[in-house]
Protein backbone atom coordinates (compact mmCIF):
# COMPACT_ATOMS: atom_id res chain seq x y z
CA UNK A 1 0.00 0.00 0.00
CA UNK A 2 1.73 3.26 -1.04
CA UNK A 3 0.52 7.00 0.09
CA UNK A 4 2.07 10.10 -0.48
CA UNK A 5 1.72 12.84 2.11
CA UNK A 6 1.89 16.32 0.56
CA UNK A 7 2.83 19.62 3.00
CA UNK A 8 1.74 22.53 2.11
CA UNK A 9 4.05 25.41 2.02
CA UNK A 10 4.92 27.40 4.44
CA UNK A 11 3.19 29.68 6.04
CA UNK A 12 -0.03 27.00 6.57
CA UNK A 13 2.16 24.12 7.06
CA UNK A 14 1.53 23.36 10.81
CA UNK A 15 2.73 19.95 13.31
CA UNK A 16 3.32 17.08 11.19
CA UNK A 17 0.30 14.19 11.33
CA UNK A 18 1.61 11.04 12.66
CA UNK A 19 1.74 8.47 10.23
CA UNK A 20 2.01 4.65 10.97
CA UNK A 21 4.53 3.05 8.03
CA UNK A 22 3.01 -0.43 6.65
CA UNK A 23 5.52 -2.27 7.97
CA UNK A 24 4.99 -1.53 11.02
CA UNK A 25 3.23 -4.79 12.74
CA UNK A 26 1.73 -2.80 15.71
CA UNK A 27 -0.19 -0.35 13.14
CA UNK A 28 -1.67 -3.81 11.35
CA UNK A 29 -3.27 -5.03 14.64
CA UNK A 30 -3.84 -1.52 15.84
CA UNK A 31 -6.01 -1.20 12.23
CA UNK A 32 -7.68 -4.26 12.10
CA UNK A 33 -9.20 -4.12 15.93
CA UNK A 34 -10.41 -0.61 15.41
CA UNK A 35 -11.84 -0.86 11.89
CA UNK A 36 -15.45 -0.95 11.60
CA UNK A 37 -16.94 -3.97 10.87
CA UNK A 38 -18.96 -4.60 7.34
CA UNK A 39 -21.88 -6.01 8.19
CA UNK A 40 -23.39 -6.27 4.94
CA UNK A 41 -22.99 -4.92 0.95
CA UNK A 42 -25.20 -2.47 -0.02
CA UNK A 43 -24.45 -2.80 -3.51
CA UNK A 44 -24.60 -5.26 -6.27
CA UNK A 45 -22.00 -5.90 -8.78
CA UNK A 46 -23.90 -4.09 -11.14
CA UNK A 47 -24.43 -1.75 -9.26
CA UNK A 48 -20.61 -0.81 -8.85
CA UNK A 49 -19.96 -0.37 -12.35
CA UNK A 50 -19.21 2.89 -14.20
CA UNK A 51 -19.83 3.74 -17.75
CA UNK A 52 -15.97 4.99 -18.46
CA UNK A 53 -14.22 2.27 -17.27
CA UNK A 54 -10.41 3.58 -17.23
CA UNK A 55 -8.78 4.09 -14.00
CA UNK A 56 -10.20 7.17 -12.11
CA UNK A 57 -6.52 8.85 -11.92
CA UNK A 58 -6.66 9.26 -15.91
CA UNK A 59 -9.95 10.76 -15.35
CA UNK A 60 -8.48 13.37 -12.81
CA UNK A 61 -5.53 13.97 -14.52
CA UNK A 62 -5.82 17.47 -15.03
CA UNK A 63 -7.25 19.96 -12.26
CA UNK A 64 -10.29 21.00 -12.56
CA UNK A 65 -10.43 24.48 -10.90
CA UNK A 66 -14.54 25.07 -11.19
CA UNK A 67 -17.37 24.87 -8.68
CA UNK A 68 -19.25 21.47 -8.46
CA UNK A 69 -22.51 23.22 -6.73
CA UNK A 70 -24.13 26.60 -6.72
CA UNK A 71 -23.72 29.49 -3.76
CA UNK A 72 -27.00 28.07 -2.15
CA UNK A 73 -25.53 24.80 -2.05
CA UNK A 74 -22.27 26.28 -0.59
CA UNK A 75 -23.70 28.54 2.12
CA UNK A 76 -26.17 25.80 3.62
CA UNK A 77 -22.83 23.05 4.02
CA UNK A 78 -20.73 25.92 5.38
CA UNK A 79 -23.10 26.73 7.87
CA UNK A 80 -23.75 22.86 8.73
CA UNK A 81 -20.01 22.28 9.24
CA UNK A 82 -20.07 25.94 11.49
CA UNK A 83 -23.16 23.86 14.27
CA UNK A 84 -21.92 20.23 13.65
CA UNK A 85 -17.86 20.98 13.55
CA UNK A 86 -16.13 22.10 16.89
CA UNK A 87 -13.05 24.87 16.41
CA UNK A 88 -9.49 23.16 17.44
CA UNK A 89 -10.64 20.04 16.13
CA UNK A 90 -8.82 17.91 13.76
CA UNK A 91 -10.64 16.94 10.23
CA UNK A 92 -9.71 14.48 7.06
CA UNK A 93 -11.80 15.93 4.18
CA UNK A 94 -11.79 13.00 1.72
CA UNK A 95 -12.32 13.25 -2.07
CA UNK A 96 -11.73 17.05 -1.71
CA UNK A 97 -10.67 19.90 -4.15
CA UNK A 98 -9.67 23.41 -4.87
CA UNK A 99 -12.53 24.51 -2.29
CA UNK A 100 -13.15 24.43 0.96
CA UNK A 101 -16.59 24.70 2.62
CA UNK A 102 -15.02 25.12 5.91
CA UNK A 103 -16.25 28.55 7.48
CA UNK A 104 -13.17 31.15 7.09
CA UNK A 105 -14.05 32.49 10.40
CA UNK A 106 -13.40 29.13 12.23
CA UNK A 107 -9.76 27.39 13.24
CA UNK A 108 -9.28 24.25 13.42
CA UNK A 109 -6.24 22.36 14.83
CA UNK A 110 -5.66 20.54 11.49
CA UNK A 111 -7.34 19.52 8.02
CA UNK A 112 -6.35 17.14 6.37
CA UNK A 113 -7.12 16.89 2.55
CA UNK A 114 -7.50 13.77 0.38
CA UNK A 115 -7.97 13.68 -3.93
CA UNK A 116 -6.54 12.62 -6.59
CA UNK A 117 -5.14 15.51 -7.94
CA UNK A 118 -2.30 17.25 -6.44
CA UNK A 119 -2.38 20.50 -8.16
CA UNK A 120 -6.09 21.20 -6.65
CA UNK A 121 -5.64 20.08 -3.22
CA UNK A 122 -2.13 22.10 -3.22
CA UNK A 123 -4.33 25.11 -4.30
CA UNK A 124 -6.69 24.30 -1.03
CA UNK A 125 -6.27 27.34 1.52
CA UNK A 126 -7.07 24.93 4.06
CA UNK A 127 -5.87 22.03 3.89
CA UNK A 128 -2.34 21.98 5.96
CA UNK A 129 -1.20 18.17 4.24
CA UNK A 130 -2.98 16.54 1.49
CA UNK A 131 -2.91 12.81 0.45
CA UNK A 132 -3.52 11.49 -3.09
CA UNK A 133 -5.10 8.39 -3.11
CA UNK A 134 -7.47 6.61 -5.49
CA UNK A 135 -10.19 5.37 -2.59
CA UNK A 136 -11.76 2.65 -5.76
CA UNK A 137 -8.25 0.52 -5.80
CA UNK A 138 -7.13 1.36 -2.21
CA UNK A 139 -9.59 1.98 0.56
CA UNK A 140 -6.72 2.30 3.46
CA UNK A 141 -5.23 5.43 4.78
CA UNK A 142 -1.87 5.36 6.90
CA UNK A 143 -3.19 7.08 9.16
CA UNK A 144 -3.26 6.13 12.71
CA UNK A 145 -6.94 4.69 13.85
CA UNK A 146 -8.65 7.43 16.07
CA UNK A 147 -6.93 10.31 14.67
CA UNK A 148 -9.96 12.78 13.37
CA UNK A 149 -12.84 14.62 15.66
CA UNK A 150 -14.32 14.98 11.72
CA UNK A 151 -14.58 13.57 7.98
CA UNK A 152 -16.14 15.06 5.60
CA UNK A 153 -17.09 13.88 2.09
CA UNK A 154 -18.72 16.78 -0.10
CA UNK A 155 -20.44 15.87 -3.62
CA UNK A 156 -18.12 12.74 -4.26
CA UNK A 157 -20.21 10.09 -3.03
CA UNK A 158 -21.49 8.95 -6.07
CA UNK A 159 -18.17 7.62 -7.29
CA UNK A 160 -17.09 5.10 -4.64
CA UNK A 161 -17.25 1.63 -6.07
CA UNK A 162 -16.60 0.25 -2.78
CA UNK A 163 -18.31 2.72 -0.34
CA UNK A 164 -18.83 0.13 2.30
CA UNK A 165 -15.00 -0.54 3.11
CA UNK A 166 -14.85 3.73 3.03
CA UNK A 167 -16.90 3.96 5.21
CA UNK A 168 -15.65 0.88 7.62
CA UNK A 169 -12.10 3.11 6.91
CA UNK A 170 -13.57 6.16 8.17
CA UNK A 171 -14.98 4.77 11.25
CA UNK A 172 -10.99 3.50 12.38
CA UNK A 173 -9.95 7.13 11.39
CA UNK A 174 -12.86 9.06 13.92
CA UNK A 175 -12.25 9.00 17.33
CA UNK A 176 -15.22 8.24 19.75
CA UNK A 177 -18.04 10.24 19.27
CA UNK A 178 -16.10 11.84 15.91
CA UNK A 179 -19.03 13.05 13.13
CA UNK A 180 -18.97 11.76 9.58
CA UNK A 181 -20.75 14.23 7.23
CA UNK A 182 -21.38 13.56 3.68
CA UNK A 183 -23.31 16.19 1.49
CA UNK A 184 -24.19 15.69 -2.05
CA UNK A 185 -26.84 17.15 -4.12
CA UNK A 186 -27.79 16.17 -8.02
CA UNK A 187 -24.90 17.21 -9.70
CA UNK A 188 -22.69 14.21 -11.07
CA UNK A 189 -19.40 13.54 -13.77
CA UNK A 190 -22.17 10.80 -15.45
CA UNK A 191 -19.86 8.67 -16.67
CA UNK A 192 -17.92 8.34 -13.54
CA UNK A 193 -21.05 8.20 -10.95
CA UNK A 194 -21.61 4.17 -10.12
CA UNK A 195 -25.03 2.76 -11.68
CA UNK A 196 -26.95 2.66 -8.82
CA UNK A 197 -26.49 6.30 -8.09
CA UNK A 198 -27.20 7.57 -12.20
CA UNK A 199 -29.85 5.34 -12.17
CA UNK A 200 -31.49 6.11 -9.04
CA UNK A 201 -33.43 9.20 -7.62
CA UNK A 202 -33.34 11.44 -5.09
CA UNK A 203 -35.01 9.41 -2.85
CA UNK A 204 -33.09 6.52 -3.44
CA UNK A 205 -29.79 7.90 -3.30
CA UNK A 206 -30.39 9.22 -0.15
CA UNK A 207 -31.56 6.43 1.25
CA UNK A 208 -28.15 4.48 -0.36
CA UNK A 209 -25.99 6.81 1.96
CA UNK A 210 -27.78 5.74 4.69
CA UNK A 211 -27.42 2.37 3.98
CA UNK A 212 -23.58 2.67 3.78
CA UNK A 213 -23.28 4.01 7.19
CA UNK A 214 -25.86 1.25 8.58
CA UNK A 215 -23.50 -1.49 7.11
CA UNK A 216 -20.69 -0.71 9.36
CA UNK A 217 -20.84 -1.69 12.78
CA UNK A 218 -20.34 0.98 15.38
CA UNK A 219 -21.97 4.17 13.79
CA UNK A 220 -25.29 5.90 15.22
CA UNK A 221 -28.29 6.22 13.73
CA UNK A 222 -27.81 8.15 10.37
CA UNK A 223 -29.11 12.06 10.18
CA UNK A 224 -30.71 13.19 6.83
CA UNK A 225 -30.45 16.65 6.40
CA UNK A 226 -32.20 18.49 3.34
CA UNK A 227 -33.00 21.78 1.77
CA UNK A 228 -34.89 21.45 -1.21
CA UNK A 229 -35.46 24.41 -4.08
CA UNK A 230 -38.64 26.02 -3.55
CA UNK A 231 -41.26 25.48 -6.10
CA UNK A 232 -40.65 28.63 -8.79
CA UNK A 233 -37.10 27.49 -8.22
CA UNK A 234 -37.61 23.83 -9.03
CA UNK A 235 -40.06 24.68 -12.57
CA UNK A 236 -37.25 26.86 -13.70
CA UNK A 237 -34.18 24.59 -13.28
CA UNK A 238 -36.41 21.67 -15.22
CA UNK A 239 -37.00 24.02 -18.06
CA UNK A 240 -35.08 24.06 -21.27
CA UNK A 241 -33.76 27.27 -20.68
CA UNK A 242 -33.18 26.81 -17.11
CA UNK A 243 -30.84 23.47 -18.27
CA UNK A 244 -28.43 25.49 -20.72
CA UNK A 245 -28.05 28.60 -17.97
CA UNK A 246 -26.94 25.51 -15.15
CA UNK A 247 -24.80 24.21 -17.94
CA UNK A 248 -23.36 28.02 -18.45
CA UNK A 249 -23.50 28.50 -14.66
CA UNK A 250 -25.97 31.57 -14.85
CA UNK A 251 -28.51 29.47 -13.02
CA UNK A 252 -27.71 29.77 -8.97
CA UNK A 253 -29.53 29.11 -5.52
CA UNK A 254 -31.09 26.00 -7.69
CA UNK A 255 -29.35 22.53 -6.39
CA UNK A 256 -30.87 20.43 -3.26
CA UNK A 257 -28.88 19.99 -0.80
CA UNK A 258 -28.67 16.82 0.97
CA UNK A 259 -26.49 15.63 3.90
CA UNK A 260 -26.59 12.32 5.94
CA UNK A 261 -24.57 12.57 9.02
CA UNK A 262 -23.65 10.25 11.96
CA UNK A 263 -21.18 9.82 14.70
CA UNK A 264 -18.38 7.11 15.72
CA UNK A 265 -20.41 5.63 18.46
CA UNK A 266 -18.70 5.50 22.41
CA UNK A 267 -19.65 1.95 22.63
CA UNK A 268 -19.82 -0.86 20.13
CA UNK A 269 -23.44 -1.80 18.64
CA UNK A 270 -24.09 -5.30 18.05
CA UNK A 271 -27.47 -6.67 16.25
CA UNK A 272 -29.46 -8.96 18.26
Not at 3 to 8: E, K
Request: charged share 20%; aromatic share 12%; hydrophobic share 35%.
Amino acid sequence: MQTNLHPIPAPILKTPIKIASTSNESYKTNQQSSSGKVKRLVLTQEGRTKLNIYPDKEFYAYPRLVTHVDDGFISTLTNLYRERLRPDTQILDIMSSWVSHLPSDVMYKRVVGHGLNAQELAKNPRLNYFVVKDLNQDQQFEFESCSFDAVLCTVSVQYLQQPEKVFAEVFRLLKPGGVFIVSFSNRMFYEKAISAWREGSAYSRVQLVVQYFQSVEGFTEPEVVRKLPNSNEAQENMSPMGFIMRLLGLLSGSDPFYAVIAYRNFKPIHDD
